[in-house]
């Protein structure tokens, strides 16, 4: 991440140093370049004047033209053609082509009235190539009577281009240095927050005990993300100390069945004379303890495996109704035996996606419950409702209620509210547990109200369409 901050920064400062520079250069040698071309114009235009005034071009020699010409040529280190109206060289400073006739673009065009002015890619030269004219103020009034030509090497001002180059390239260079060293400082800033984030992360990793505190940086960013890491631990505590809960409780209540058989096997194994009936009475109890012990292992076995396989739901359009009263008729001879009233009351027929076995174990739990915490001769009531998202089922007791405080504690795993009754009714304290987690599974939910020797209310709510609620959960 460094690397790439130092690169980014770079390129930001770099790119605008480098066509700052492109442009300077640019500029400088417009520049130049424009001034010796000026200077050669005006200068040829001067000449040219003192041509046509001393009748030079018809042979009438003039020593002062003569030395001008020879001068100016020498001044920008090139040289000065003159022709005549024949396009004849009747002077030229370098002395190379006197005599000669020169038919060439320029020329021709320059006795047409046209001045040009160029860079001859060819000879390296700056060349101004203009009509002599006599006779009239504007060239286009007079006479053409020939042309001049200047031809004026560049070399000094590609130097000085040179040297231009080489100045702004050492000042362009301790630029980029100086940007490098901002860019390094800057990143480097920027990523010793994460970085010092991250060792801290590795440290807390290895041994958190919940008391490490992580410092966040001074980047709202960095904070942010330490934040996260501190919920992520917190959860990770919980979770690891509800295991440990778990696991504790687990043992216990796995022991309790253990040691009454032990108690009983060992009392029956040292009395030397027991008498058949004692057996029998030991042996009943022990069978007892089995059947309590083989409910928690199921019951535990059904916990985990809604853990394991929360996601994978069979669901298909089960009749509700059908269901409820399915449940309600297998629990009835438990209901009768204590003169209990079983009711069932349907609002409207429901048809939902759901799972039928895991709801089977919701219902019948919930039931199971009204009835085993209920009063010998009370009362059980069903009922089933629904609206267009979710269907609505209330279980009703008239029994023991729970207390407000432990209203909400009664879904936690192993939780009775009255251990001695919840274990002479057979209870685990996983029922609810298991129940919570299947409503969870279906994105419904469940609650509890309850009036302590009047009764309990659980009501469950379960969306009718699973795979819409999943959509819309995902959207969300
Ligand atoms: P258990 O196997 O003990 O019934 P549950 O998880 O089903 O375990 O219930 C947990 C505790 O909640 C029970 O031990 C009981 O104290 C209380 N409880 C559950 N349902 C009712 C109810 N309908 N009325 C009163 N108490 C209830």
Same mark, same amino acid.
């Given at each position: 991440?460094?690397?790439?901050?130092?690169?980014?920064?770079?390129?930001?400062?770099?790119?605008?140093?480098?066509?700052?520079?492109?442009?300077?250069?640019?500029?400088?040698?417009?520049?130049?370049?424009?001034?010796?071309?000026?200077?050669?114009?005006?200068?040829?235009?001067?000449?040219?004047?003192?041509?046509?005034?001393?009748?030079?071009?018809?042979?009438?020699?003039?020593?002062?033209?003569?030395?001008?010409?020879?001068?100016?040529?020498?001044?920008?280190?090139?040289?000065?053609?003159?022709?005549?109206?024949?396009?004849?060289?009747?002077?030229?400073?370098?002395?190379?082509?006197?005599?000669?006739?020169?038919?060439?673009?320029?020329?021709?065009?320059?006795?047409?009235?046209?001045?040009?002015?160029?860079?001859?890619?060819?000879?390296?030269?700056?060349?101004?190539?203009?009509?002599?004219?006599?006779?009239?103020?504007?060239?286009?009034?007079?006479?053409?009577?020939?042309?001049?030509?200047?031809?004026?090497?560049?070399?000094?001002?590609?130097?000085?281009?040179?040297?231009?180059?080489?100045?702004?390239?050492?000042?362009?260079?301790?630029?980029?240095?100086?940007?490098?060293?901002?860019?390094?400082?800057?990143?480097?800033?920027?990523?010793?927050?994460?970085?010092?984030?991250?060792?801290?992360?590795?440290?807390?990793?290895?041994?958190?005990?919940?008391?490490?505190?992580?410092?966040?940086?001074?980047?709202?960013?960095?904070?942010?993300?330490?934040? &996260?890491? !501190? *919920?992520?631990? +917190?959860? $990770?505590?919980?979770?690891?100390? #509800?295991?440990?809960?778990? %696991?504790?409780? @687990?043992?216990?209540?796995?022991?309790?069945?253990?040691?009454?058989?032990?108690?009983?096997?060992?009392?029956?194994?040292?009395?030397?004379?027991?008498?058949?009936?004692?057996?029998?009475?030991?042996?009943?109890?022990?069978?007892?303890?089995?059947?309590?012990?083989?409910?928690?292992?199921?019951?535990?076995?059904?916990?985990?495996?809604?853990?394991?396989?929360?996601?994978?739901?069979?669901?298909?359009?089960?009749?509700?109704?059908?269901?409820?009263?399915?449940?309600?008729?297998?629990?009835?001879?438990? &209901?009768? !035996? *204590?003169?209990? +009233?079983? $009711?069932?009351?349907?609002?409207? #027929?429901?048809?939902?996606? %759901?799972?039928? @076995?895991?709801?089977?174990?919701?219902?019948?739990?919930?039931?199971?419950?009204?009835?085993?915490?209920?009063?010998?001769?009370?009362?059980?009531?069903?009922?089933?409702?629904?609206?267009?998202?979710?269907?609505?089922?209330?279980?009703?007791?008239?029994?023991?209620?729970?207390?407000?405080?432990?209203?909400?504690?009664?879904?936690?795993?192993?939780?009775?509210?009255?251990?001695?009754?919840?274990?002479?009714?057979?209870?685990?304290?996983?029922?609810?547990?298991?129940?919570?987690?299947?409503?969870?599974?279906?994105?419904?939910?469940?609650?509890?109200?309850?009036?302590?020797?009047?009764? #309990?209310?659980?009501?469950?709510?379960?969306?009718?369409?699973?795979?819409?609620?999943?959509?819309?959960?995902?959207?969300?």
């Amino acid at each position: 991440m460094r690397v790439h901050l130092v690169c980014i920064l770079l390129i930001i400062g770099l790119v605008p140093l480098y066509v700052g520079m492109q442009v300077m250069k640019n500029r400088h040698w417009k520049m130049a370049y424009e001034n010796r071309l000026n200077e050669m114009e005006e200068q040829g235009a001067g000449l040219a004047d003192k041509v046509a005034q001393s009748g030079y071009l018809q042979q009438q020699f003039q020593q002062e033209v003569a030395a001008g010409l020879q001068a100016y040529a020498e001044l920008i280190s090139g040289r000065i053609v003159l022709l005549n109206q024949g396009l004849v060289v009747v002077k030229d400073t370098s002395g190379r082509q006197e005599g000669k006739t020169m038919i060439s673009r320029e020329p021709i065009y320059a006795m047409k009235g046209e001045k040009q002015i160029y860079y001859n890619d060819e000879t390296g030269m700056a060349e101004v190539v203009m009509p002599i004219v006599v006779g009239a103020h504007a060239e286009s009034d007079g006479q053409i009577i020939g042309v001049i030509i200047l031809e004026g090497s560049l070399s000094d001002v590609i130097e000085s281009q040179k040297a231009f180059q080489g100045s702004i390239a050492i000042v362009c260079s301790c630029m980029a240095m100086i940007l490098l060293v901002i860019a390094l400082v800057v990143a480097g800033g920027m990523t010793k927050s994460l970085r010092t984030l991250s060792g801290r992360i590795e440290e807390v990793t290895e041994s958190y005990d919940g008391t490490q505190v992580i410092d966040s940086g001074s980047y709202y960013e960095v904070e942010q993300i330490t934040d &996260a890491f !501190k *919920r992520l631990m +917190e959860r $990770v505590e919980a979770t690891e100390k #509800s295991r440990q809960e778990f %696991v504790s409780n @687990v043992s216990h209540e796995l022991k309790t069945p253990l040691t009454a058989i032990k108690v009983l096997s060992d009392s029956l194994i040292l009395e030397p004379d027991v008498p058949i009936e004692m057996y029998r009475e030991f042996i009943t109890d022990i069978n007892g303890e089995i059947d309590r012990e083989a409910k928690i292992v199921n019951d535990l076995l059904s916990l985990v495996k809604l853990d394991k396989t929360s996601g994978e739901l069979h669901i298909e359009e089960i009749n509700i109704n059908n269901l409820l009263e399915t449940i309600m008729k297998r629990l009835k001879p438990l &209901a009768l !035996k *204590r003169g209990i +009233e079983m $009711v069932f009351e349907s609002y409207r #027929s429901v048809l939902a996606e %759901v799972d039928e @076995v895991k709801l089977s174990l919701v219902f019948s739990n919930l039931i199971e419950n009204a009835i085993k915490y209920n009063r010998d001769g009370g009362k059980v009531m069903v009922s089933l409702n629904a609206d267009h998202r979710f269907f609505y089922v209330k279980i009703e007791d008239t029994g023991i209620g729970i207390p407000e405080e432990e209203q909400a504690l009664v879904f936690d795993r192993f939780y009775r509210v009255d251990k001695a009754r919840s274990r002479e009714t057979g209870g685990t304290g996983l029922g609810l547990s298991i129940t919570k987690s299947a409503v969870q599974m279906h994105r419904g939910s469940i609650k509890v109200q309850s009036i302590p020797g009047v009764g #309990s209310i659980f009501t469950v709510r379960i969306p009718l369409s699973f795979v819409m609620t999943v959509q819309e959960g995902g959207r969300r």
